[in-house]
Each structure stands twice: as structure tokens, then as C-alpha cells.
């Protein structure tokens, strides 16, 4: 009888005790950071009638303003320059263009909203490219570097390509081998004491380019104020 009971003893203490050994020896389970997010948000109410119509009008006319934004920025080039700016801007549309198909029209504008967001922070670094690069080819056309001149106004009018400054620019970097060649004649005329030579090839530097000041400014080397006046408009 004794040993009848210490059994049944020992088969209760089994399936009372373990499970709970068990239970506090299982490692806890961490919610992923992300399910556990989206566990803690309420789910959005559903839309009226009214609400979903208004909504889908609403995702409607974004898309036409985002259809608008995409050509003005194809037009700037901005998938060549825009890099990770740019690849943000089409996946939030693509998102949205997606979410509109599905009727899902709260995340259709949400998605619109933000791609136009991006679209206006690449108009605003297209700006900034262009006075980059405006300053920086004309500093080169300074140092008499065509090549690099050249580039940077090239980089303006893929973006802009009616840009007046740009336009200039370019003109100038093109004809600066040849203003360079003239500077250089007169240069040597001027060391070797040849004026008249001297005088020719800087004029000839200034009929290329109007806006190169150094062939105005050598010629004061080469004569006397008052006799350089004379021989520049003889």
C-alpha cells in the first residue's frame, strides 16, 4: 500500500512539476522590432463611400502633378546626376502607381505626397549643380583649361539646356585654344621687343574673345601709358 501511494505520488510531482521547469527553462522569443511595430498600431477604420471617392480623387490629382514633376526632371537629366535621390523618387511612385491599382487609396496618396517631396529636393539640387558648375567653368576658362570648361557647361545644359550663362560659357571654352594661341604670339613679340606683332595678336585675342581681359591688360607692358594709347587705337 505504501509503495501503491509513493507511485502515485511521484506520477503527480511528474506532471505538475516538469511543465513547469520546462516552461521557465524555454528561452523568451523576441518579437522581430517590426512585427512587434506593426502589432502595436491600431488598425486604420475602414473608409465611407464619401471618404474612399474623396481619397481616390485626391491619389488622382497627385499623380497628374507627379506625371508633371517626372517630365520637368527627365528633361534636367536628373537620372544621370540624381543618383539615390532619384531611385527614391520612382520607387515612391512606383508604390503609389501600385497602391491606386489595389484601391488601396490611403496609401496611394501617402506614397504621391512623398514622391513629390523628393521631386522638389531634386529641383533644388539641380540649382545647386548648375551654380556649381557654372562657377567652376568659368574659373576654368580663367585658368585656361578648355577641357574641364567645357565639362562643366555641358553638365549645366543637360540640365538646363537654355541657359544663357551656360551658352556664353561654352562658346567661350570652345574658341579658348585660340585665344590662348593669340595670347601666347603676342606674348613672345612683346619679349622679343616686336610692338607692332605684339599689338596684332592681342586684338586678335579680343575679336575671338571680348570678355578676355588679359589681352587688355598686357598691352599696358608693352609701351608707356601715353604712347600705348596711341599704338592700341592706331
Not at 484601391?103 to 523628393?118: N, T
Request: net charge negative.
Amino acid at each position: 500500500v505504501h509503495a501503491f501511494a509513493f507511485l502515485v505520488a511521484l506520477v503527480v510531482a511528474v506532471f505538475t512539476y516538469l511543465p513547469q521547469r520546462l516552461e521557465e527553462a524555454r528561452p523568451a522569443i523576441a518579437l522581430d522590432p517590426v512585427v512587434a511595430e506593426a502589432a502595436s498600431e491600431p488598425a486604420e477604420p475602414p473608409l465611407t463611400r464619401e471618404q474612399a471617392r474623396a481619397l481616390r480623387e485626391d491619389a488622382e490629382a497627385l499623380l497628374a502633378q507627379l506625371l508633371e514633376q517626372r517630365s520637368e526632371l527627365d528633361q534636367r537629366s536628373a537620372a544621370s546626376w540624381g543618383e539615390d535621390d532619384w531611385e527614391a523618387y520612382r520607387a515612391a511612385g512606383r508604390r503609389a502607381d501600385d497602391a491606386l491599382l489595389e484601391d488601396d487609396v490611403r496609401a496611394a496618396v501617402r506614397e504621391y505626397r512623398a514622391a513629390l517631396d523628393l521631386g522638389e529636393k531634386l529641383f533644388t539640387r539641380s540649382q545647386q549643380i548648375m551654380a556649381n558648375a557654372l562657377d567652376t567653368g568659368e574659373a576654368a576658362i580663367e585658368a585656361g583649361n578648355p577641357a574641364l570648361a567645357l565639362a562643366q557647361f555641358d553638365l549645366v545644359l543637360s540640365v538646363d539646356a537654355d541657359n544663357a550663362r551656360a551658352l556664353r560659357g561654352q562658346a567661350r571654352a570652345e574658341a579658348l585654344p585660340d585665344v590662348l594661341d593669340a595670347m601666347r604670339r603676342g606674348d613672345m613679340a612683346r619679349l622679343a621687343g616686336d610692338l607692332e606683332a605684339a599689338r596684332d595678336a592681342y586684338r586678335e585675342a579680343l575679336a575671338i574673345d571680348r570678355a578676355w581681359s588679359a589681352a587688355t591688360t598686357s598691352c599696358p607692358r608693352c609701351l608707356p601709358p601715353a604712347s600705348w594709347r596711341r599704338w592700341w587705337r592706331s
